[in-house]
């Protein structure tokens, strides 16, 4: 995923209460499913942060969540990225809206199929929350660290998250252990 460039735990006027603000290294013009993947974990991570220090969810992570269902949602009826349902598409310009056009699911599928891409969603989002959830785990002091800075300065860069998790780069689980991954 792309590296951490800030993040900041001062409330913004659109309501958030905080945000991580990523930078590219470079320009990406396509997205592998192993990148979508890592990015839904990312953007379960202050969810997931929640549960492990207190033990429960709020709904300061409602926006994450439902950013990173939506993105589970198009790998799955946009992007074919589903064994069980294969390389098809299942979106369709369905309704009237802005220009005419509102995406949404085509009419035509049946509730079988409609019970798989729930079922495949799910699966997803759930598996990028296992994700995180052991990469926080496994570095539960770096994140009480940062957490503590953060609130100390309310603001950090990624430079200074990586130096106080000790990495250079973005943080990640060991090479093969991606629960996402089917």
Known sequence: TDPVHKVSIIPTAKGALGYTLQMPEEDQYLLGEEELKERMAVMLGGRVAELIIFKEPSTGAANDLERATDLARRMVTE???????????????????????????????????????????????????????????????????????????????????????????????????NPVTK
């Not at 309704?95 to 009419?107: A, E, I, K, S």
């Not at 598996?127 to 953060?150: C, M, P, S």
């Open 79 to 177: 992007f074919g990225m589903s064994e069980s349902l294969g390389p098809v598409r299942y979106l369709n310009d369905a309704g009237m809206g802005y220009l005419g056009n509102v995406p949404g699911l085509r009419q035509e599928v049946s509730p079988e199929t409609a019970r798989l891409i729930d079922r495949e969603i799910k699966e997803l989002v759930e598996g990028a929350q296992k994700w995180a959830t052991e990469l926080l785990t496994d570095h539960l002091d770096a994140l009480k660290q940062v957490a503590q800075t953060l609130q100390e300065k309310e603001v950090i860069s990624g430079e200074e998250i990586a130096r106080i998790a000790g990495q250079k780069k973005n943080l990640s689980p060991a090479a093969g252990s």
